[in-house]
């Protein structure tokens, strides 16, 4: 009965128009829950009744729900997409991720740049972009979630200083980003699916799945010469004084980076 109740009040909502934002309210924005009942109870609902993934973008399910993704546009910011798998995952600790035949939610994540642009209405070179998921100790939400915005100027600076310092293997960067310390290695590849960086971390560093709920991953596209690939960024939640491994502190959701769009 009580599900009967939540979907007959999700259709009212959905049928008065109201927000995403909104909606989050209904489903309790201030609980750490909040983006999995959207997901789940929000867009799979009306996903599965009229095969509108409303109030999400995108719901992509090829193999199941075990093994598919949902993609929401933040409400207060036109430019930041999120991807959300349609499994319950807390988060980048998810002992799921280092299975054999797991999703490359980070490989699809980065196809969401094409929805970003569509909003912003004109192609974005994508070295003004980056994908981040934050650490257990550094998020607010606890389903799994990858964000896409544009990078901080100050960020891409810094990276194409660096870009020459960073390998293959991972290996601190030369200098503090945003007064913390990172480590960073190179993928030269086009895209990021197969790339895989929460499990290049945890092999790298040996870590298990509850250690790596301190840590947060971070890809930011780069060239080397004509070559095309990507940096991997990591961080420790307590190397640093106040660094909770809320890598999302590298994006800039207003993407200011970007001129202004032409209307």
Same mark, same amino acid.
């Given at each position: 009965?009580?599900?009967?109740?939540?979907?007959?009040?999700?259709?009212?909502?959905?049928?008065?128009?109201?927000?995403?934002?909104?909606?989050?309210?209904?489903?309790?924005?201030?609980?750490?829950?909040?983006?999995?009942?959207?997901?789940?109870?929000?867009?799979?609902?009306?996903?599965?009744?009229?095969?509108?993934?409303?109030?999400?973008?995108?719901?992509?399910?090829?193999?199941?729900?075990?093994?598919?993704?949902?993609?929401?546009?933040?409400?207060?910011?036109?430019?930041?997409?999120?991807?959300?798998?349609?499994?319950?995952?807390?988060?980048?600790?998810?002992?799921?991720?280092?299975?054999?035949?797991?999703?490359?939610?980070?490989? #699809?994540?980065? !196809?969401?740049?094409?929805? &970003? +642009?569509?909003?912003?209405? *004109?192609?974005? =070179?994508?070295?003004?972009?980056?994908?981040?998921?934050?650490?257990?100790?550094?998020?607010?939400?606890?389903?799994?979630?990858?964000?896409?915005?544009?990078?901080?100027?100050?960020?891409?600076?810094?990276?194409?200083?660096?870009?020459?310092?960073?390998?293959?293997?991972?290996?601190?960067?030369?200098?503090?980003?945003?007064?913390?310390?990172?480590?960073?290695?190179?993928?030269?590849?086009?895209?990021?699916?197969?790339?895989?960086?929460?499990?290049?971390?945890?092999? #790298?560093?040996? !870590?298990?799945?509850?250690? &790596? +709920?301190?840590?947060?991953? *971070?890809?930011? =596209?780069?060239?080397?010469?004509?070559?095309?690939?990507?940096?991997?960024?990591?961080?420790?939640?307590?190397?640093?004084?106040?660094?909770?491994?809320?890598?999302?502190?590298?994006?800039?959701?207003?993407?200011?980076?970007?001129?202004?769009?032409?209307?």
């Amino acid at each position: 009965m009580r599900r009967n109740r939540v979907t007959a009040l999700i259709y009212s909502c959905l049928k008065r128009g109201m927000t995403l934002s909104a909606i989050f309210l209904l489903v309790g924005c201030a609980r750490s829950d909040a983006l999995w009942g959207v997901v789940d109870k929000v867009c799979m609902t009306h996903y599965q009744q009229t095969n509108n993934p409303a109030p999400c973008q995108q719901i992509y399910m090829p193999e199941g729900k075990a093994h598919g993704f949902s993609v929401i546009q933040n409400p207060r910011y036109p430019y930041h997409f999120i991807l959300v798998p349609t499994a319950k995952l807390s988060g980048i600790e998810s002992p799921q991720l280092a299975l054999e035949g797991r999703t490359d939610y980070f490989g #699809y994540a980065w !196809l969401m740049r094409h929805l &970003l +642009a569509w909003q912003y209405g *004109a192609p974005v =070179p994508d070295d003004r972009l980056g994908l981040a998921i934050n650490s257990a100790y550094g998020r607010s939400q606890n389903q799994l979630h990858i964000h896409l915005t544009c990078l901080r100027e100050d960020v891409r600076r810094q990276m194409l200083a660096e870009r020459p310092y960073i390998q293959e293997e991972w290996r601190p960067l030369p200098d503090k980003l945003l007064r913390h310390t990172w480590y960073a290695r190179r993928v030269m590849q086009p895209a990021v699916m197969g790339i895989y960086p929460i499990n290049s971390v945890a092999s #790298y560093f040996h !870590l298990s799945p509850e250690q &790596l +709920a301190e840590w947060g991953v *971070a890809v930011i =596209p780069t060239t080397y010469g004509e070559q095309k690939g990507f940096i991997l960024l990591t961080t420790k939640r307590g190397w640093d004084r106040n660094n909770r491994a809320s890598v999302e502190s590298l994006l800039d959701k207003e993407c200011t980076i970007l001129p202004p769009a032409k209307l």
